[in-house]
């Protein structure tokens, strides 16, 4: 994967998939401390304890058209390049936790990339399911929460595509203010 | 510095947008609306699918297609990521292969516009001689 942003994409698809109502995504930038957290939570199926111990090996998946699942073991392979980790937590019926954690300054954790375009794929595709994201600098912290869109929005779809286009345009100058790269 | 964009804005915003939707209601054109849906696994995300995923969004709209479009799992042809599947009212869904943006853009012109079949068809058959 080219960059940060397409792991959690990824990511939150397993999510989706996992028939989650509301998925919440924290993007945590520490220079200081040197670190660069993901964490992605989501209400959806969760998995029971031998799905769990097998869903980091890249034979193992869910579906029926190939017998790879790489999402996971990549986004680990990744994170652990730079010194980090990966760790996922889940309960049956309770929903699942992914927390990658990576090196900031390493020169082999991959830049951030499109958040915006990555965001607004998501809403676009899901209207129905609510996301929280929260994303934090040293220079602020900026929250996109659907359900106030929708508020705003009174009744006009958030997956209009005109909508889509402003919302991903927001939260590109929005996380340009607390210095997202 | 231009004021960055809040959510008060997208209120100021939505008046327009919903204008034009109840425009587009009341107006006499047919009930048409392509379905599109992009292959979003790990090989799809990785060769590219988010783009092409806005790039229908976006043109689709800009073009004045009706049209939803969604996302779906993988689809089994990993080997010509991106892959789409485009289903127009009243025909059998048809799966594009190697989608790049110009290619996309070829689609939405030829097939979806137009009624010509473009290169790069990955033929699915739902029939097969067992079920027979």
């Given at each position: 994967?080219?960059?940060?942003?397409?792991?959690?994409?990824d990511?939150?698809?397993?999510s989706?998939?996992?028939?989650?109502?509301?998925?919440?995504?924290?993007i945590?930038?520490?220079?200081?401390?040197?670190?660069?957290?993901?964490?992605?939570?989501?209400?959806?199926?969760?998995?029971?304890?031998?799905?769990l111990?097998?869903?980091?090996?890249?034979f193992?998946?869910?579906r029926?058209?190939?017998?790879?699942?790489?999402?996971?073991?990549?986004?680990?392979?990744?994170?652990e390049?730079t010194?980090?980790?990966?760790?996922?937590?889940?309960?049956l019926?309770?929903?699942?936790?992914?927390?990658?954690v990576?090196?900031?300054?390493?020169?082999?954790?991959?830049?951030?990339?499109d958040?915006?375009?990555?965001?607004?794929?998501l809403?676009?595709?899901?209207p129905?399911i609510?996301?929280?994201y929260?994303?934090?600098?040293?220079?602020?912290e900026?929250?996109?929460?659907?359900?106030e869109?929708?508020?705003?929005?009174?009744?006009?779809p958030?997956?209009?595509?005109?909508?889509?286009?402003y919302?991903?345009d927001?939260?590109?100058e929005?996380?340009q203010?607390?210095n997202?790269? | 510095?231009?004021?960055?964009?809040?959510?008060?804005?997208?209120?100021?915003?939505?008046e327009?947008?919903?204008?034009?939707?109840?425009?587009?209601?009341?107006?006499?054109?047919?009930?048409?609306?392509?379905?599109v849906?992009?292959?979003?696994?790990?090989?799809?995300?990785?060769?590219?699918?988010k783009?092409?995923?806005?790039?229908?969004?976006?043109?689709?709209?800009?073009?004045?297609?009706?049209?939803v479009?969604?996302?779906?799992?993988?689809?089994?042809y990993?080997y010509?990521?991106?892959?789409i599947?485009?289903?127009?009212?009243?025909e059998e869904?048809?799966?594009?292969?190697?989608?790049?943006?110009?290619?996309?853009?070829?689609?939405?012109?030829?097939?979806?516009?137009?009624?010509e079949?473009?290169?790069?068809?990955?033929?699915?058959?739902?029939?097969?001689?067992?079920?027979?």
């Open positions: 994967m080219k960059d940060l942003s397409m792991h959690i994409l990511i939150i698809q397993n989706v998939r996992a028939n989650a109502s509301t998925i919440d995504l924290n945590i930038e520490d220079k200081d401390a040197d670190l660069f957290k993901i964490i992605i939570h989501d209400d959806g199926d969760g998995m029971d304890v031998d799905t111990n097998k869903v980091l090996d890249p193992f998946t869910t029926t058209t190939r017998k790879v699942g790489l999402g996971l073991p990549l986004l680990k392979q990744n994170a390049r010194g980090g980790y990966m760790t996922i937590n889940s309960e019926g309770e929903g699942t936790e992914t927390k990658a990576f090196s900031y300054f390493n020169i082999d954790r991959p830049s951030l990339g958040m915006p375009g990555t965001i607004t794929v809403v676009g595709a899901n129905d609510r996301f929280n929260v994303h934090k600098t040293e220079d602020g900026f929250l996109f929460d659907t359900e869109v929708k508020e705003a929005l009174d009744g006009v958030i997956n209009n595509a005109e909508i889509l286009m919302l991903r927001m939260i590109k929005n996380l203010a607390i997202v790269d | 510095m231009e004021k960055i964009k809040s959510l008060d804005d997208l209120k100021k915003m939505k327009s947008v919903k204008a034009k939707i109840d425009l587009r209601e009341k107006s006499d054109k047919p009930e048409k609306v392509v379905q849906k992009v292959a979003m696994a790990t090989c799809g995300i990785a060769s590219g699918a783009e092409v995923m806005t790039y229908f969004i976006e043109h689709l709209d800009k073009r004045g297609v009706p049209a479009i969604t996302q779906t799992g993988c689809m089994g990993c010509a990521e991106p892959t599947e485009v289903t127009k009212p009243g869904p048809v799966v594009f292969g190697d989608v790049s943006i110009e290619k996309a853009d070829e689609i939405i012109e030829k097939y979806i516009k137009g009624n079949l473009v290169e790069g068809i990955i033929p699915v058959n739902y029939n097969t001689i067992d079920e027979k």
